[in-house]
């Protein structure tokens, strides 16, 4: 999740662990320690998709920061007493674990287990959604006001954790309702990835790959008995099957689970992973390697510069999600002209 949210739930979990003896002083530290893990961005690891693979690795890792969280409650407990050092491990080890679970609800991916094991990834949540935030907000503006607030801080905290359950429960609501469209669509079983759309979870994107073809479903609790419209995206496997054997190639498949696309422009190679961002506008799209004719040169890999966004497209969000605008065209986000399709 983004840096003000983490820091929120840290700062809220801080309150109500130690908010009657730190007074305000407990949030800032809660807030402190929420964004602790989120450090490693100043780390170059010397590519751009090193950089994109490593982040959240070993310090979003349980085996970790297990370890650093009784560490730091010893040191604080040290620096101030009043507080036992039970309590101090209660406050690091909720804030330091809580940190990477919640990123892993989100699509990036988060190696909670480095250095073994796949990223987690449950995909229910947007990397910012302002409907888990506020109530923690909420909580800790309550706390700064009166503390220690700890009915405020507790019905945030409870607030929050509902809503990023009821984030789990849409996702699969979703899932089923897409399912028997790719079926028919010749999809018998795809790679699916169902994830909300940016700032909500009322609409939802459904990413489906199996051999050549990769589909793109929109659809949302507010569509009605309107029937789903399928899209369909090039994979360029050619592509993906020339580059398979570099290194940086293999480590952005890993990372992804093979959510990516190819493509070829002025000799250059790339991948973009497809999961973040939407089509139209993916974020992470990286050079790999040159066709020199026949031969395939490798380069350090390059990030390539986001592309422009149209400008109109949170309005056009908020009315597909909505559901006054029935279908979003994702490669050019924008609504398809009356009788024309996507």
């Keep these: 999740m983004d840096s003000i949210t983490q820091a929120a739930l840290g ?3 801080a309150g109500a662990v130690a908010g009657k003896t730190l007074g305000r002083s407990a949030l800032l530290t809660g807030a402190l320690l929420g964004t602790l893990p989120d450090l490693d961005v100043v780390i170059d690891y010397g590519t751009a998709v090193a950089n994109f ?3 959240r690795g070993f310090s979003h890792s349980l085996f970790v920061l297990a370890p650093l969280a009784t560490i730091l409650a010893w040191l604080l407990w040290r620096w101030k007493p009043q507080l036992s050092f039970q309590r101090w491990l209660a406050l690091t080890g909720l804030i330091l674990i809580t940190h990477p679970l919640l990123d892993a609800f989100t699509t990036y991916g988060t190696q909670l287990f480095w250095p073994v094991g796949r990223p987690v990834a449950i995909n229910s949540i947007f990397i910012i959604d302002p409907l888990y935030t506020l109530p923690l907000l909420a909580g ?4 700064l006001m009166r503390p220690p607030a700890k009915t405020a ?3 945030g905290l409870a607030l929050s954790t509902l809503y990023l359950g009821w984030s789990v429960a849409a996702q ?9 469209a790719l079926a028919e669509a010749g999809l018998a079983s795809p790679d699916l990835m169902v994830q909300p ?5 009322l609409l939802w994107r459904a990413t489906a790959i199996e051999g050549d073809q990769r589909v793109e ?5 507010l569509d009605g008995g309107a029937p789903l419209n399928l899209q369909y995206f090039p994979r360029r496997r050619d592509l993906a099957r020339a580059v398979e054997h570099l290194p940086e190639a293999q480590r952005l498949e890993w990372f992804t689970g093979g959510f990516l696309a190819y493509s070829q422009s002025g000799g250059r190679i790339m991948a973009t992973d497809i999961r973040l961002g939407i089509p139209g506008a993916h974020p992470f799209t990286f050079v790999l390697a040159t066709e020199n004719g026949s031969n395939i040169e490798p ?6 510069p986001r592309p422009d966004v149209n400008t109109e497209a949170l309005g056009l969000l908020w009315s597909r999600m909505t559901g006054k605008t029935p279908v979003l065209c994702l490669a050019s986000l924008r609504a398809p002209a009356p009788g024309e399709h996507c």
């Design 140 to 143: 800790c503006i309550a706390f």
């Design 299 to 304: 380069t350090a890999s390059f990030r390539t």
């Design 197 to 201: 759309m940016p700032f909500n979870t």
């Design 11 to 13: 700062a809220t979990l």
């Design 217 to 221: 479903i929109v659809t949302g609790f």
């Design 53 to 55: 693979t490593q982040h």
């Design 153 to 155: 801080i507790l019905a």
């Design 172 to 180: 699969q609501i979703i899932t089923q309702r897409v399912q028997p």
